[in-house]
């Protein structure tokens, strides 16, 4: 089981936008504004998407944003399209001996 | 053009040992941190081990601590991980990532490049 709770799955209709949820506790996103996101393809190693919770590293559309309240991280993504049906991971800072710390995965279907 | 290509994957028997290589170009090597992320067949990432820039720093998940080693070679621009006792639950492909410092820290990092990955299979 990992340490951050996604959800399996989301889906949307493309031109829409969707929010992907990240939960973890005190530890680790409530404390710390050391968030980011993972994009991976199937097959594909993964890319950073978001960092330090609302950047966006260069080269990453716009489209992609990401934010965080309390206990939970959430990446929009809004004018979806094809190209972004993937699997979304968030990873956090965490106080425990192992620093990082990863979510389970959300599989984006794009419809 | 920044590569990372890693090597040394392998099916290798439980309690048996394998050397992970990462070769890396288009960049400074020697001033990133670099990490290991590893994924199982059809599971999530976990950050394996880190090192920093003069790999005067280390960082290990608790479940490879004592069995893995990181290390690097910033002349040859490669990175390394020596896996010991392995166990099938290691089975993963292993990814070599480079660390993109956070900007409001000196050592947290986030992995911004990530290699193609290497099999590593742990089974008799």
């Known amino acids: 089981q990992s340490a951050l709770t996604q959800p399996a799955s989301v889906s949307g209709s493309p031109g829409q936008s969707i929010t992907i949820s990240c939960t973890g506790t005190r530890s680790d996103v409530g404390g710390y504004n050391y968030v980011s996101w993972y994009q991976q393809h199937p097959g594909k190693a993964p890319k950073l998407m978001i960092y330090d919770v609302t950047n966006r590293p260069s080269g990453v559309s716009n489209r992609f944003s990401g934010s965080k309240s309390g206990n939970t991280a959430s990446l929009t993504i809004s004018g979806l399209q094809a190209e972004d049906e993937a699997d979304y991971y968030c990873s956090s800072y965490t106080s425990s001996s192992s620093h990082w710390v990863f979510g389970g995965g959300t599989k984006l279907t794009v419809l | 053009e920044v590569q990372l290509v890693e090597s040394g994957g392998d099916l290798v028997q439980p309690g048996g040992s394998l050397r992970l290589s990462c070769a890396a170009s288009?960049?400074?090597?020697?001033?990133?941190?670099m990490s290991w992320v590893r994924q199982a067949p059809g599971k999530g990432l976990e950050c394996v081990a880190n090192i920093r820039q003069d790999g005067s720093e280390k960082y290990y998940v608790d479940s490879v601590k004592g069995r893995f080693t990181i290390s690097r070679d910033n002349a040859k621009n490669s990175l390394y991980l020596q896996m010991n006792s392995l166990r099938a639950e290691d089975t993963a492909v292993y990814y070599c990532a480079r660390g993109l410092l956070s900007e409001s820290s000196n050592w947290y990092h986030y992995f911004d490049f990530w290699g193609q990955g290497t099999l590593v299979t742990v089974s008799s």
């Open positions: 288009g960049f400074t090597f020697s001033t990133y941190w």
